[in-house]
């Protein structure tokens, strides 16, 4: 590395809710293997080993297209708290070397070692080191990107996969990203790249030769950002907690809902759920939108505000039934809730002259719905919660939900991201979502 150069590491797990099914059932070594949602329930791959890969088999296909590809194929039902404490443990490994982790999702994160030379070596020192850690404590195995920038670092540690390990000094930096396609910059999708290649750009060497300015008119600010990337140039720092915009949960049905009170309880699941992963981050929500798909893959959004920030499930609950009475009626195939609009729970929030029950009336709630539940609940969730971890999610549970799949996705039906994130997504402020963190259960947009 040279001595001006950041030394920024990305790691990313290779292939990791499949490797982590694989090492703890030795029988699927060597087999082409998935994890994701049964074909017959409309299912999608949320990651898939490399033997599969080798047939085609890639992350958010349908699973029933994963297994005309590779008949062989096996189907792992997900465990998503088993790859949470997993991340945990990774992420720890990562903590032990340099305070200035950042993570991207489960089985991913950014690391600047700078000035970790004295304890723990150079980059490649320090790198090498993570991999071994990883092996022995998880026997899992990481790919390692170390480049002096978040996004070469990123483009370093997919060039060798699986078990990789790439350096990119700054002086080769233009000779490899001179050939690669214009997809392979950071936040260049599928429209971008058409938009691009319309203009004759195919490639990053062809991109850079473009005016600036010429890239920023046709892009807008956009544009200015995939140009400085043509040239390598990529100022963001490691930033150890990125600010989250939303929590998200969606779930494609096997068989299309017609009943009205079913859809309740799956809100009423996935507002249980979102409230946990809010509390669990130290964060409230205030904004409520639920995403509704027809069979006819017509998608409708509604969207609701409340008065002021929360993470009670009832709360969000609430409004998200409201929200659903303002969707046509209709058999749905997918139903899906986001909750935005997120602070800091030490955020001092602006008293109301009659407490939470006007709020909660708002929200579509009565009176005296509001009333019995909303605060106490407040003022159990830390107690309930510990129970939740110890225990696992279903030991609490409102009655009405009691003896059903929850919306995590013990069924392998359920999706939306990443970060937090592949059951729940947790979106960040700064960075669009990288092809690692698209790993869904959900089917792919219909688009």
Same mark, same amino acid.
């Given at each position: 590395?040279?001595p ?5 590491l ?6 990791f809710?499949?490797s982590i099914e694989?090492?703890?059932d ?6 082409p ?7 017959a329930?409309?299912? /999608? ?5 490399y ?6 088999v890639r992350?958010a296909?349908?699973?029933a297209?994963?297994?005309?590809l590779?008949p062989?194929?096996?189907v792992v039902p997900?465990?998503f708290?088993?790859y949470?404490?997993e991340?945990r443990? &990774?992420m720890?490994?990562?903590r032990s @070397?340099?305070p200035?982790?950042?993570p991207?999702?489960?089985?991913e ?8 030379e004295l ?13 071994? #850690? ?5 026997g899992?195995v990481?790919s ?6 978040k996004?070469?670092a990123?483009l370093a540690? #997919? ?7 790439r350096v990119i000094a ?5 000779? &490899? ?7 392979a910059i950071?936040g260049v ?8 290649e ?8 062809e991109?850079?030769k473009?005016?600036r300015?010429? /890239?920023q008119k046709r ?9 400085d990337l043509?040239?390598? &140039? #990529?100022?963001r720092?490691?930033t150890?907690?990125?600010?989250e ?5 969606e779930?494609t049905?096997?068989? #299309? ?8 309880l799956?809100?009423l699941?996935f507002c249980e759920e979102l409230?946990?992963?809010l509390r669990?981050?130290?964060?409230r929500?205030r904004t409520?939108?639920?995403k509704a798909? @027809?069979p006819?893959f ?11 920030s929360?993470n009670v ?5 609430a409004?998200?039934r409201?929200?659903l009475?303002r &969707? ?13 609009n ?7 929030q602006q008293?109301?002259?009659f407490?939470?029950?006007?709020a909660d009336?708002?929200a579509?709630?009565?009176?005296q719905?509001?009333?019995l539940f909303?605060?106490?609940?407040e003022r ?9 971890r110890? @225990?696992?999610r279903?030991v609490?549970?409102p ?8 919306a ?8 939306s991201?990443g970060?937090?994130q ?11 979502p ?5 790993d ?8």
């Amino acid at each position: 590395m040279a001595p001006s150069s950041t030394p920024i590491l990305h790691v990313d797990m290779d292939a990791f809710y499949a490797s982590i099914e694989v090492r703890d059932d030795p029988s699927l070594a060597g087999r082409p293997v998935v994890v994701g949602g049964p074909a017959a329930g409309r299912g /999608v791959v949320a990651a898939a080993s490399y033997p599969a890969r080798r047939f085609g088999v890639r992350s958010a296909m349908p699973t029933a297209e994963a297994q005309r590809l590779c008949p062989e194929l096996v189907v792992v039902p997900p465990h998503f708290e088993k790859y949470t404490a997993e991340s945990r443990r &990774i992420m720890q490994i990562f903590r032990s @070397y340099t305070p200035l982790v950042e993570p991207l999702s489960l089985d991913e994160a950014f690391l600047d070692v700078s000035g970790c030379e004295l304890s723990s070596g150079d980059p490649i020192e320090i790198g090498r080191a993570i991999k071994r #850690d990883i092996a022995r404590e998880t026997g899992l195995v990481a790919s390692v990107g170390i480049a002096g920038s978040k996004f070469i670092a990123k483009l370093a540690s #997919d060039m060798d996969k699986p078990d990789g390990f790439r350096v990119i000094a700054p002086e080769d930096v233009q000779t &490899i990203l001179a050939p690669l396609s214009v997809s392979a910059i950071f936040g260049v999708g599928p429209r971008t790249a058409k938009r691009l290649e319309a203009m004759g750009v195919r490639t990053v060497a062809e991109l850079a030769k473009l005016p600036r300015e010429e /890239v920023q008119k046709r892009f807008g600010v956009s544009g200015a950002w995939i140009h400085d990337l043509a040239h390598g &140039i #990529d100022t963001r720092r490691v930033t150890p907690r990125r600010e989250e915009k939303s929590y998200s949960l969606e779930r494609t049905f096997p068989k #299309d809902i017609h009943s009205r009170e079913e859809l309740r309880l799956r809100l009423l699941e996935f507002c249980e759920e979102l409230a946990f992963r809010l509390r669990d981050a130290g964060l409230r929500g205030r904004t409520v939108t639920i995403k509704a798909r @027809y069979p006819s893959f017509k998608t409708i959004t509604r969207t609701h505000t409340l008065s002021f920030s929360t993470n009670v499930g009832a709360r969000f609950y609430a409004a998200a039934r409201e929200l659903l009475d303002r &969707i046509p009626q209709g058999p749905l195939r997918l139903l899906g809730l986001q909750i935005s609009n997120l602070d800091d729970v030490r955020t001092p929030q602006q008293g109301m002259l009659f407490g939470a029950v006007a709020a909660d009336t708002e929200a579509g709630a009565t009176p005296q719905q509001a009333a019995l539940f909303p605060d106490r609940l407040e003022r159990v969730s830390p107690g309930l919660d510990r129970l939740r971890r110890k @225990y696992g999610r279903g030991v609490v549970l409102p009655a009405s939900l009691l003896g059903r799949d929850a919306a995590a996705g013990r069924d392998g039906t359920t999706g939306s991201l990443g970060d937090a994130q592949r059951a729940v997504r947790a979106e960040s402020s700064e960075d669009a979502p990288t092809g690692a963190e698209q790993d869904a259960l959900d089917e792919p947009p219909a688009e």
